[in-house]
C-alpha cells in the first residue's frame, strides 16, 4: 500500500522572547491508506500539536510533510483549506459543534464548502453519515439538548461524512465517561472496518489497544512505532452498543 | 461583603480595564452631554416660567384665524374680551414701535414700549430710581413721561443721578425720564424704554381702529385650556356682532416664552426625538458593554453563588459598575454642558442681531437643569446596568462551574447582541436621515441665489419723522442729498435705495392684472411691492431682461410705471409679453402702473421656498415717495469701513433720522441663516454623535462576538472553510442584522423627516437614501471584517483552543 502521509525531519519550534520550545523533533513517520494508527504518549510530549500538523491546522517549522502525494508545506492558505475539506476528517476532544447549528447542519457544514456538491447530494450524504453512526432520529436537535456521548457521536458524523482520506482524532473519548467512550471507540472500530485511514492522539490505554498501531511520542520524538494486534470486540462491547442504540 | 468592599472591588475592576471603562464613560457621557445640553437649552429658553413672582401663570395671547397666527388684536376687540373674561386677573394690553429718538446730544433708533400701569405690577417691576408709569400719567393732558432702562441711561445719560426730570425726544416730541429700570429688567422682552399707552378706539371706526399685543395673568388654578376656552367663546360673540370683520377669527392662549423662540412645535420635538435616540443609543452600548463584561465574569459570579452570595449581591454587583460609570459621565456631562451653553448663547447672539435675545433666557445650567441631569444618570444607570446584571446572573452554577455550557450561554448572548447590532442600525440610520437631509437643506440655504450680488455692498434703514416730512418734494429731496453727500465720499462707488433690503423683508399686497377676469371669490396674485430708485437694479446688478429701468424721466407727474420679475410674468400673466401692460392694487382705487422693464427674480424675506417662489414688482422712489428706505451703497473696499462715514453723512444730511440695522449685505444673508445654520450645527452634532456612538456599539457589538465564535471559527477552518468562506458567512449574518435594522430605521426617520418638512429645515434627496445606508452598511463590513481578519491570523489550532 502507498504512504498516505509521509513526514520527513519533522519539526515544530514554539518560540517567545525568552527561549524557543521544540515541540516536534526529526518526526519521521509514514501512515497508509487503511491504517488505524494510535499516537500516544505524556501530557505536553508534543502528540496533538503533530494530529493539528497532520490536519494542516498548524504548520511546522522545518522538514517535509508529503499527503497523498502534495507537498503540502509548499502550500497557501487557501489550497490548505481546500486540502482540509477533501482529504482531513476531525474528531475533537470538547467535541467542538457549532451550538447555533442543528445537528443536520453540522454535519453538513464541511459539505457547504464544497462548491461541487449539489443540496440533494448532501442532504443524501448527511443521511449516511449520520445513520451509520445511529443519530438520524436525532438530527432537528441542537447540540445542547444532546449527551456527551452523542454530541461525540454526531462530531464523528461530521468527520466521515465527505469521505476524507484520513479521519484525525485528538482525544476523542476525553471528554466522556466509560461507556460513553466505548461507544465511540467502536464506533471508529466500525469505520476501520469498512476501509477508513484513521489516526488518533489518546493516553486512554483502552484507545491504544484498539488501534493497529502504535506510535509513542516522548519529549517531541518518536520513541517507539510498533504494529498491535487488534483484540477481538468482547461480547459485553456488543451489548452495550445494543442498549445505547434502543435508548438512544 | 459589605457596601464598601464592594465598591472597592469595583473600582479596582474598572482601573484594570481602564481602557474599557474609559470607553463605557466616553459613550455615555457623549449621550449625556447632549441630553443634558438640550433639556437645558429647550427648558430655559421655552418652559421656564418668567423671572418674577407668578410669572409662570402670564400669557400671551394670539389672535389665529384657519390659516394664520397674527401678533396682535385690534384694540375694539381686546376692550370687548377685557370687559367678559373671567379667567385673567390681569388682562392688558401694550404695543410697541421703532422710534427716533434724541437726548440732548445723541440720536438713535429703538423700539418704545407703551403699556399701562399694570404691565409693572404684573412683572414685579422696582425702579433703579424715580417710578414707573401710574395712572395718573394716563389721564388725557398729563405731561408725557417716559421710563428708560439702565442701558440707555448709562449710555446717552453716562449715569448721571440727576437723569430724572431731563428730556428724552420721541419722534421729535418732549418726554420726560420718571424712571429707571434696572438692566435685569426688559420685560416683555428685550425693552429698554417704556412710556404710556396712548391708542384709543374713540371716534374712531371699527375697522380702523389700531392694533395692539394683549397679555395676562391666569387667575390660580385655571388652565391654559380653560382660559382658551373662554376667550375663545368671548370670540365668537364679537364675530356675531360684527361679522365682516370677524368672521373666522380666534384665539389661542400661548406663552412670551414660546412665540420669542420662534420656532415650532414640530420641530422642537423633533429634536426631543433625535436627543432621545441618541440618548438610547448610548444606553444600548453602555449596557452591551457592561453585558459582555458581566458575561466574562459569570464564573466568577457562580463562584460567588457557591460561596453563599445571593442573586441580589450579585446583581448589586454588577449594577455597581453601571452606577459608578454614569455617574463619572454624569459629572463630565454637566462641565461639558456648562461650558457649551455659553458658546450657543453667542451663536444665538448673533442670530439676534439688532435686537437681543429676550431677556429671561440663561444660558447657564439651572436647578431644574441639574435636576433632569441626576434624573438622566440614574434612569440611564438602571437601563444600561439592571439588564445586564439580571443576564448576566441567571446561569446554572453548577454547569458554568464545570465549564461545560459554553454553547447554551453564546446562543442566548448570542441572540441579545444580534438585537443589538439591529437597533443600532436603525436608530442610527434615522438620525442619519434627518440629519443630514437638515445639513443638505441648509447647505441649500447658505448658497440661496437672491438674484442680487452680496459682496461689497453696505445697507442700512432710515425712516423720516412723520411730522417733519409731510410732503413728497420735502422726502424726496432728503434722499436726493443723502445720495449726492454720500457719493461725494471716498471709497463710495454708488449709492441707491430701496424700500426693503432684499433678503430682509417683503411687504407683500394684492394686485390685479389688466384684463384678467378674477372671478367672483377674486385670489389676486400676491407678489412683493418694492419701491427702488432709479438705479437700484445697476448698484446691486440686477439684470434687465426686457424694456428699460427706471429713468428721471418718470416723475410723479408722469404715467405711474412698474418693473417686475420673470416669475411674476410666468406665475400671473401666462408668460405672455408684460412690456406695455398694466397692473394695479387690487381692491383699491390706486391708479394703474404700465410695465416697462422685466428683470430677474430677486427673493424678498429670508431664504424660504415661499419668500424664493413669490414675484416682484418694483416701483419708483420718485413716483412714490417713502418716509422710510433703506440705503444700499456700493464699494470695491470691505463695507464695513464706510459704517462710521454712513454715519456721519446721514447725521449731517438730517440728525432727527437716525440710521439703524446698518449692516453689510453680506451679513444680512448671514442672518436670515443663522437661525437655521444654529439648529443644523445641533443636528449635524447628533448626527456625529449618532455615528460615532453606533460605529463604536456596532464594531463593540461584532468584535465581541466574533471573538467569542473565534473556536466556531477554528471548527470551520478544520472544516475545510477558507478565509473568505468565513469572512462571508459573517459578512451574511452582519446583513441580516443590517438590513433588518435599515427596514425599521428608514420609515422611522422618514416619518420624523415628514414632522420637519413644514419647517423647511429638510430638504428630500436620492442622495441621501443611498448614502445612509452606505454608510452603515460600511460600518457593518468594517465591524465584522476587522475582527474576522485577526482571528484568521491566528493557525486554525490557536482558534481551535481559545479560551
Not at chain 1, 111 to 132: G, I, W
Not at chain 2, 59 to 81: A, E, G, W
Not at chain 2, 408 to 428: N, P, T
Request: proline content about 4%.
Amino acid at each position: 500500500m502507498s504512504a498516505l502521509i509521509s513526514l520527513k525531519k519533522l519539526k515544530k519550534v514554539f518560540s517567545t522572547e525568552e527561549v524557543d520550545t521544540h515541540a516536534l523533533s526529526d518526526i519521521d513517520l509514514e501512515i497508509k491508506s487503511g491504517e488505524y494508527v494510535c499516537i500516544s504518549g505524556p501530557s505536553g510530549c508534543g502528540k496533538s500539536t503533530l494530529l493539528s500538523i497532520l490536519g494542516l491546522l498548524d504548520t511546522p517549522s522545518g522538514g517535509s510533510f508529503i499527503l497523498n502525494g502534495t507537498d503540502v508545506c509548499e502550500l497557501d492558505a487557501k489550497q490548505r483549506a481546500d486540502v482540509r475539506k477533501k482529504e482531513v476528517g476531525f474528531v475533537f476532544q470538547s467535541f467542538n459543534l457549532i451550538s447555533d447549528l442543528t445537528v443536520e447542519e453540522n454535519v453538513e457544514l464541511p459539505l457547504t464548502y464544497r462548491k461541487e456538491l449539489s443540496k440533494a447530494e448532501r442532504e443524501s450524504m448527511v443521511a449516511n453519515a449520520l445513520e451509520k453512526v445511529d443519530m438520524a432520529h436525532r438530527r432537528k436537535h441542537y447540540p445542547s439538548q444532546l449527551s456527551g456521548g452523542q454530541q461525540q457521536r454526531v462530531a464523528v458524523a461530521r468527520a466521515v461524512v465527505g469521505n476524507p482520506s484520513i479521519i484525525l482524532a485528538d482525544e476523542p473519548t476525553g471528554n466522556l465517561d466509560s461507556k460513553n467512550a466505548e461507544q465511540v471507540m467502536s464506533l471508529l472500530d466500525q469505520l476501520h472496518g469498512e476501509g477508513a485511514t484513521i489516526c488518533m492522539v489518546t493516553h486512554d490505554p483502552r484507545g491504544v489497544k484498539r488501534a493497529k498501531r502504535s506510535v509513542e511520542i516522548f519529549d517531541g520524538r518518536v520513541v517507539a512505532d510498533s504494529s498491535l494486534s487488534r483484540p477481538k470486540k468482547t461480547e459485553q462491547s456488543e451489548k452495550e452498543l445494543a442498549t445505547e442504540a434502543t435508548v438512544a | 461583603m459589605n457596601f464598601f468592599a464592594d465598591l472597592k472591588v469595583t473600582f479596582r475592576s474598572m482601573r484594570r480595564n481602564f481602557r474599557f471603562s474609559l470607553l463605557a464613560i466616553f459613550v455615555m457621557t457623549s449621550g449625556l452631554s447632549l441630553s443634558i445640553y438640550m433639556f437645558s437649552f429647550l427648558y430655559n429658553t421655552l418652559s421656564a416660567p418668567l423671572p418674577f413672582d407668578q410669572g409662570e401663570r402670564v400669557r400671551k395671547l394670539q389672535p389665529i384665524t384657519s390659516t394664520n397666527q397674527f401678533l396682535s388684536f385690534r384694540l375694539s376687540d381686546y376692550q370687548d374680551m377685557a370687559k367678559s373674561q373671567t379667567t385673567f386677573d390681569v388682562f392688558d394690553t401694550y404695543y410697541n414701535r421703532r422710534r427716533n429718538l434724541v437726548s440732548s446730544d445723541r440720536s438713535f433708533r429703538d423700539r418704545v414700549f407703551y403699556v399701562n400701569p399694570p404691565f409693572f405690577e404684573v412683572s414685579n417691576a422696582r425702579p433703579l430710581k424715580g417710578r414707573v408709569i401710574n395712572q395718573d400719567d394716563m389721564l388725557p393732558g398729563a405731561a408725557p413721561v417716559v421710563v428708560i432702562g439702565e442701558h440707555i441711561w448709562d449710555n446717552l445719560y453716562g449715569g448721571a443721578d440727576d437723569v430724572l426730570g431731563k428730556e428724552l425726544r420721541i419722534e421729535n416730541k418732549p418726554f420726560t425720564i420718571v424712571g429707571v429700570m434696572p438692566a435685569t429688567y426688559r420685560f416683555p422682552d428685550y425693552a429698554k424704554i417704556w412710556a404710556p399707552f396712548d391708542m384709543t378706539t374713540q371716534g374712531i371706526n371699527r375697522s380702523n381702529v389700531p392694533y395692539a399685543s394683549v397679555y395676562g395673568r391666569l387667575k390660580e388654578g385655571v388652565s391654559d385650556e380653560q382660559a382658551e376656552a373662554d376667550l375663545v367663546q368671548i370670540m365668537e360673540q364679537i364675530a356675531l356682532e360684527y361679522p365682516e370683520l370677524n368672521e373666522g377669527e380666534s384665539v389661542i392662549v400661548t406663552t412670551f416664552q414660546k412665540l420669542a423662540a420662534m420656532t415650532t412645535d414640530t420641530l422642537i420635538l423633533a429634536m426631543q426625538l433625535c436627543v432621545g435616540l441618541v440618548l438610547l443609543l448610548a444606553c444600548i452600548n453602555t449596557g452591551n458593554l457592561l453585558l459582555s463584561r458581566a458575561l466574562e465574569k459569570s464564573k466568577e459570579s457562580a463562584i460567588r453563588t457557591a460561596m453563599g452570595a445571593t442573586r441580589g449581591v450579585l446583581v448589586t454587583q454588577v449594577m455597581m459598575e453601571a452606577v459608578l460609570i454614569c455617574l463619572i459621565s454624569g459629572v463630565l456631562s454637566l462641565m461639558i454642558v456648562s461650558l457649551s451653553l455659553e458658546g450657543s448663547l453667542t451663536a444665538l447672539k448673533s442670530m439676534f442681531l439688532g435686537s437681543e435675545p429676550p431677556y429671561w433666557w440663561r444660558f447657564e445650567l439651572t436647578l431644574e437643569s441639574y435636576l433632569a441631569a441626576i434624573f438622566m444618570t440614574v434612569a440611564t444607570a438602571v437601563i444600561t446596568g439592571l439588564l445586564p446584571a439580571i443576564k448576566a446572573t441567571k446561569g446554572d452554577v453548577s454547569s458554568i462551574l464545570r465549564d461545560g455550557t459554553r454553547g447554551a450561554q453564546s446562543f442566548q448572548s448570542g441572540r441579545l447582541s444580534k438585537l443589538i447590532v439591529i437597533s443600532e442600525v436603525a436608530l442610527s440610520s434615522a438620525l442619519l436621515l434627518i440629519a443630514t437631509s437638515v445639513a443638505l437643506s441648509v447647505i441649500e440655504k447658505n448658497h440661496t441665489d437672491y438674484g442680487i450680488r452680496l459682496d461689497g455692498y453696505l445697507t442700512a434703514e432710515v425712516s423720516l419723522n412723520r411730522s417733519d416730512y409731510r410732503t413728497d418734494e420735502r422726502r424726496l429731496s432728503f434722499f436726493q442729498k443723502l445720495e449726492q453727500e454720500l457719493e461725494k465720499q471716498p471709497g463710495v462707488d454708488d449709492v441707491s435705495f430701496t424700500r426693503m433690503v432684499p433678503i430682509t423683508w417683503a411687504r407683500v399686497e394684492q394686485f390685479e392684472v389688466e384684463g384678467v377676469d378674477y372671478g367672483k371669490d377674486p385670489k389676486y396674485p400676491r407678489p412683493e411691492i418694492v419701491t427702488v430708485s432709479n438705479d437700484y437694479f445697476s448698484t446691486v446688478e440686477i439684470k434687465l431682461f426686457e424694456g428699460r429701468t427706471f429713468s428721471e424721466q418718470d416723475r410723479a407727474d408722469t404715467p405711474l410705471v412698474a418693473i417686475v420679475s420673470q416669475n411674476f410674468i410666468k406665475k400671473y400673466m401666462n408668460g405672455e409679453p408684460a412690456l406695455g401692460k398694466r397692473i394695479k392694487l387690487a381692491r383699491s382705487g390706486s391708479d394703474w402702473y404700465t410695465i416697462v422693464g422685466v428683470v430677474n427674480d430677486v427673493t424678498h424675506g429670508w431664504p424660504y421656498s415661499y419668500n424664493i417662489e413669490r414675484p416682484s414688482v418694483f416701483v419708483n422712489l420718485q413716483q412714490n415717495p417713502e418716509r422710510a428706505m433703506s440705503v444700499v451703497i456700493k464699494t470695491a473696499n470691505d463695507p464695513n469701513l464706510l459704517r462710521e462715514t454712513l454715519r456721519r453723512v446721514a447725521f449731517e444730511v438730517e440728525p432727527n433720522a437716525p440710521l439703524f440695522n446698518v449692516l453689510t449685505m453680506e451679513r444680512n444673508h448671514e442672518r436670515a441663516v443663522a437661525d437655521i445654520n444654529f439648529i443644523s450645527r445641533l443636528f449635524i452634532l447628533f448626527a456625529i454623535a449618532s455615528m460615532i456612538l453606533a460605529f463604536s456599539g456596532i464594531y463593540g457589538v461584532m468584535a465581541y462576538t466574533v471573538t467569542q465564535k473565534t473556536q466556531e471559527i477554528g471548527v470551520r477552518r478544520a472544516l475545510g472553510a477558507d478565509n473568505q468562506e468565513i469572512h462571508v458567512h459573517f459578512l451574511k449574518q452582519g446583513a441580516i442584522q443590517l438590513i433588518t435594522g435599515l427596514l425599521v430605521g428608514i420609515p422611522v426617520g422618514i416619518g420624523l423627516l415628514n414632522m420637519l418638512i413644514q419647517s423647511e429645515l429638510v430638504s428630500f434627496s436620492a442622495m441621501i437614501f443611498i448614502l445612509v445606508p452606505l454608510a452603515i452598511s460600511l460600518t457593518i463590513v468594517i465591524a465584522v471584517a476587522n475582527p474576522v481578519r485577526k482571528v484568521l491570523k491566528l493557525e486554525p489550532i490557536h482558534a481551535l483552543r481559545y479560551e
